[in-house]
């Protein structure tokens, strides 16, 4: 079912699909939602899949100016917009794994357990600020197909289908280019989350895609290891999106994880 939910200053477009103990699952930039649809055909038997476009994605409304900690307010205004008071597992994949921790500084009795798919705990470093900026002014001039050109060619594993490649492409293609700014900016200025893993003590899933060139496999071995009690899932011939590359070793990688979760 789709909501279109209001938040502070704008409205989100949020797809809701099954029924069950609730997951919130957050997409990457410069992507949307429906990253998560193959992973809720294999879990809406068992569970309630909550999956938001960000503010400035997919169908959401466009703010200019957003922050990672504004992200995330925006999603728990969709969990009590959904009813959803009880603690959830949220699941972030790139950028939205960097939500997720604010979530979890922020906001952590909302939260049951987390998933944590090909991200970043490090705050950007300068030569990525500068990137990042950059690329949000090519954007604003040129549009969004800057930023998928920019992307495309590491997001995949080197083997995938083309037309999904081409899918995503479109995708990003079609993201407001200010959504796309937005977002860069908000990484740009992104806090050092390095810190909060020690403290992260709720059951956590670390994926890390096998073939990924944005968040290498070490890096999410690294965040892994510094999450105490964490478990550790590698998908093979998955680069940064193991859900829609490698739906099905994504989808029961997380399975095993929920079903090891203690009743909520
Ligand atoms: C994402 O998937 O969110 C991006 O790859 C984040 C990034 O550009 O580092």
Redesign the pocket.
Known sequence: MDHRIPVDGGELHCTVRGDGPPVLFI?????DGTLWHPTAERLADAHRCIMPDLRGHGRSSVTESMTIARYADDLVQVLDALAVRAPVVVVG????G?IAFDLFRRHRPRLRALGIV???ANPEPPEGVAR?HALADLVLREGSRAAAEA?IGP?FAPGVAPELRRAWYDRMAATPPAGVAAAARA?AAREDSRPTLARIECPTLVVAGEQDA??PVDLMREIHGQIRGSRFALIPAAG??PPVEQPDRFAEALLEFLRSLPDP
């Not at 994949?93 to 939205?96: A, D, E, I, N, V």
């Open positions: 997409h990457g930039f410069p992507l994949l790139s950028m939205g960097v090909d991200a970043r990042r992307m997001l990484l944005i968040t940064h999106l």
